[in-house]
């Protein structure tokens, strides 16, 4: 293996970073606009897209156990090149998740989950290893911090290319704005995301360097498992990474919805509503690091709880007045935004605390159970928001909505992530309190 500097530059950070781009102008896409797709523009029944989030994100979540583990057995060596190999794969999945073929309604549901699943099961295999990747490059905490911060401004930018772009572009390369317009539109415009992911995930490939790789280990992996379920920090992690996600799937899975029925905008208001969101949480995610070192990364990430929670309950008592709407809105996606990277700071905190008390190393299997959670947690979530839209008997034709539809997308946009946020606010107290993380804690706050 070639010798290379331990010495981790601003440039690496940013290429880094473009592997979250990357990711979020086709994941992103999907998290953010496939549940729309489905039901306004493939014309699919809500409660079947329902059904569809929640088997494809399961399915293709247990993915990311397999990859973690053949990480581990490979050693940390083995992620850039990984990532170089399967960017073209996951391109031309993306693609197919969005090509609307002309099936019968069975054949449609069909085509759409397996092609859902197909593109998250590869995604599952890229993105496992990309976050794994961010500790064998860096062994300092401050630079870890950072290195997480430019992953979530590449989200951010990402999502907002995805937030701003969407709408506007599938109506202008679709040339009108008809189901069959759109459709067209909306597949135009995915082959040039596609594309440009694909190369953005070879420049990650090919530039971030494992520094510090893990070294091959060879155990059975159910024994591995048993070994981190000892691990008492990463379960609170994954907890907490849960209720993260519900989160992040109610704000820019639903807002669209939220924007149309309650606020009674039209697509493009709600393609502005996630252009704010991203904003906001890229500002939040570019302070997060100056936050951490005034305040400390524990109370950094209680600030943006709080904050989230004050905004929902803002968000609920505006009851669909825009003006009151509009900041309580940018306030939850900017304290978001500002949690998000430490998400991945408890988790690599929570993988070292674990090490320490074993030598047994199981890094790759750790993130990808995390990955794993994360992605069941957008699963169930998706599929409780399309029961929302189904119990509301959401009709994307309507112009108006009825006040059964708009008090079930209330639920679900409001009182639905909120409640995950008072989960996470909890976690975050025992994990504060935990007097078996004392050298963890203080490790975190520096």
């Not at 729309?36 to 409660?47: C, P």
């Not at 600030?303 to 825009?322: D, K, M, N």
Request: glycine share 8%; charged share 10%.
């Amino acid at each position: 293996m070639t010798d290379v500097s331990n010495a981790i530059s601003t440039r690496e950070k940013m290429v880094y970073g473009l592997g979250d781009l990357s990711s979020n102008l086709m994941w992103g896409l999907t998290s953010a606009y496939i549940m729309f797709y489905y039901t306004d523009i493939y014309g699919l029944k809500a409660s079947s897209v329902g059904w569809i989030l929640l088997i494809a994100r399961i399915f293709d979540a247990f993915c990311d156990p397999v990859v973690g583990w053949f990480v581990d057995r490979q050693g940390g060596w083995v992620i850039p090149r990984l990532i170089r190999s399967l960017a073209v794969p996951l391109g031309m999945a993306n693609i197919f998740c969005f090509l609307p073929l002309p099936f019968s309604p069975h054949g449609k549901i069909l085509w759409a989950a397996l092609s859902y699943i197909v593109f998250g099961a590869i995604y599952s295999c890229i993105n496992t290893p990309y976050g794994a990747l961010a500790p064998m490059m860096t062994v300092v905490s401050r630079d870890r911090v950072e290195l997480n911060s430019f992953r979530m401004m590449g989200c951010q930018v990402g999502q907002f290319c995805i937030a701003a772009l969407t709408i506007p572009a599938i109506t202008w390369l679709g040339g009108g704005s008809s189901a069959a317009h759109r459709q067209k539109g909306m597949v135009l415009f995915v082959l040039l995301l596609s594309s440009a992911g694909v190369l953005l995930w070879r420049k990650v490939g090919t530039t971030c360097q494992a520094r510090y790789p893990t070294e091959p280990v060879r155990n059975n992996i159910f024994f591995l498992l048993k070994i981190l379920c000892r691990n008492r920090l990463w379960i609170l992690c994954n907890v907490m990474v849960f209720q993260q996600f519900i989160v992040i799937a109610a704000v820019y899975g639903f807002v669209l919805y939220y924007v149309k029925c309650v606020l009674g905008g039209t697509d493009a208001w709600g393609g502005m509503a996630l252009t704010l969101a991203t904003v906001c949480s890229f500002l939040g995610a570019m302070l997060c690091p100056f936050s951490s070192r005034c305040f400390g990364v524990m109370k950094t990430a209680m600030i943006a709880t709080l904050l989230q929670i004050a905004a929902y309950g803002a968000i609920f008592v505006s009851g669909g007045w825009i003006p009151s709407f509009v900041p309580a809105f940018s306030v939850l996606a900017f304290a978001q935004g500002l949690m998000s990277p430490l998400a991945y700071v408890f988790l690599a905190t929570a993988i070292e605390d674990g090490s320490s008390r074993s030598s047994l190393k199981s890094t790759g299997l750790a993130y990808s159970i995390n990955t794993l959670v994360s992605k069941v947690s957008m699963g169930v979530s998706g599929f409780v928001l399309a029961l929302c839209l189904s119990y509301g008997h959401y009709d994307s034709s309507l112009l108006l909505c009825g006040e059964d539809t708009k008090y079930w997308i209330n639920v679900g946009f409001v009182f639905f992530p909120i409640s995950a946020l008072l989960v996470q606010y909890i976690i975050l107290n025992i994990w504060n309190s935990s007097r078996a993380n004392e050298y963890s804690a203080n490790k975190i706050s520096s």
